[in-house]
Structures are given as structure tokens and as C-alpha cells.
């Protein structure tokens, strides 16, 4: 498989951020759930998370970087969002919002800086795994330097 240089492998590159980059099978037009990925690249699914965005009632976007076997828990994501209530944003508004594609979706490098809640089960990791911003493409960092990289919080946030 060819050298992939993703635009969140670059802002890694350019932050001096150490990371490992693995490559999974998926077709064109498929999609691959997280565990899929986890068991394509010889992961724990407990070390591999995915991005999700969502909106709060104040029309303010949020991103949820949660493991790929867990579920965002909407009333704990509102609660640390300090919003009444937050919904998942449409997948066909993704692109708008991230600059990213369902699939391909990263913390890094979105087209804004949201505001960011990492699950805190993180902390006790030495590394993570997150998209690179392309599907098929993964990086895997330390949570502390992703959380210091993208301003997020770690906090309680799945069911």
C-alpha cells in the first residue's frame, strides 16, 4: 500500500507529534464500522476511537471522540457541552461542518477548532487510535498529545 500523507498526518507532522499510521481494506462506497477496523489492524476496540459530531439546542457544534464499542451518551455529551439537550448532526452534513466524510471523519484537522470531549477511559491508555482523516487510513498518538493538539477536555461521555 502507497505512503498516504493525510492532512491530520501533516498537522501531526508539523507539531512535532509522534504517530503510527495503519492502512485497512474497505471498497469503495462501503462502509467499515469501527470494529471492523479495530480487527482489521490488529487493534483492542478499546484503543481505537471514533469522531462524532453533534449539535446543542444553541445551534454550537461538538465533537465526541469516543471508543469504537461504546455509545455517545447524548444527556452526558449535553451536560459537559453545557447544552439542554445535543443531537447527532446529519451524516449527509458532515462534510459542511468538518471538512470530513462519514468514515473518514478526524479529530484533527477540522475545518474549525469545536469544542472537544475525548471519553476519559484515554487517559489510562498509553495510545489511542483515530482516523487520519481518510478512510482506510488510522494514526495512533498519545490521548494527552491529541487532547493538548485539539483543546479537548477528557470526560465521561458514553452509556
Same mark, same amino acid.
Given at each position: 500500500?502507497?505512503k ?16 503510527? #499510521?495503519y492502512?485497512?481494506?474497505?471498497k469503495?462506497? +462501503? @462502509?467499515?464500522d469501527?470494529?471492523?477496523?479495530? @480487527?482489521? *489492524?490488529e487493534k483492542?476496540v ?5 469522531t462524532?459530531?453533534?449539535m446543542g ?12 464499542n +461504546? @455509545? ?10 453545557? +447544552?439542554?439537550?445535543?443531537? #447527532? ?11 470530513? *466524510?462519514?468514515?473518514g471523519c478526524?479529530?484533527?484537522?477540522m475545518k ?13 491508555l498509553?495510545? *489511542?487510535?483515530?482516523?487520519?482523516g481518510?478512510?482506510?487510513h ?22
Amino acid at each position: 500500500m502507497s505512503k498516504v500523507k493525510t492532512n491530520a498526518m501533516r498537522i501531526l507532522d508539523s507539531n512535532k507529534i509522534a504517530y503510527n #499510521m495503519y492502512s485497512y481494506n474497505v471498497k469503495k462506497g +462501503e @462502509h467499515v464500522d469501527g470494529v471492523e477496523v479495530a @480487527h482489521q *489492524i490488529e487493534k483492542d476496540v478499546n484503543q481505537v476511537y471514533k469522531t462524532l459530531v453533534a449539535m446543542g439546542v444553541s445551534k454550537n457544534i461538538y465533537v465526541y471522540v469516543i471508543p469504537v464499542n +461504546e @455509545h455517545l451518551d447524548l444527556k452526558k455529551g449535553a451536560k459537559v457541552a453545557n +447544552e439542554k439537550s445535543i443531537e #447527532m448532526i446529519n451524516v449527509n452534513d458532515i462534510n459542511k461542518f468538518t471538512g470530513y *466524510i462519514r468514515g473518514g471523519c478526524s479529530p484533527i484537522g477540522m475545518k474549525k477548532l469545536y469544542k472537544t470531549f475525548i471519553n476519559e477511559s484515554a487517559i489510562a491508555l498509553d495510545s *489511542i487510535i483515530v482516523s487520519a482523516g481518510k478512510i482506510g487510513h488510522q494514526v495512533e498518538l498519545s490521548p494527552k498529545e491529541l487532547q493538548s493538539l485539539i483543546n479537548a477536555e477528557f470526560s465521561d461521555i458514553v452509556k
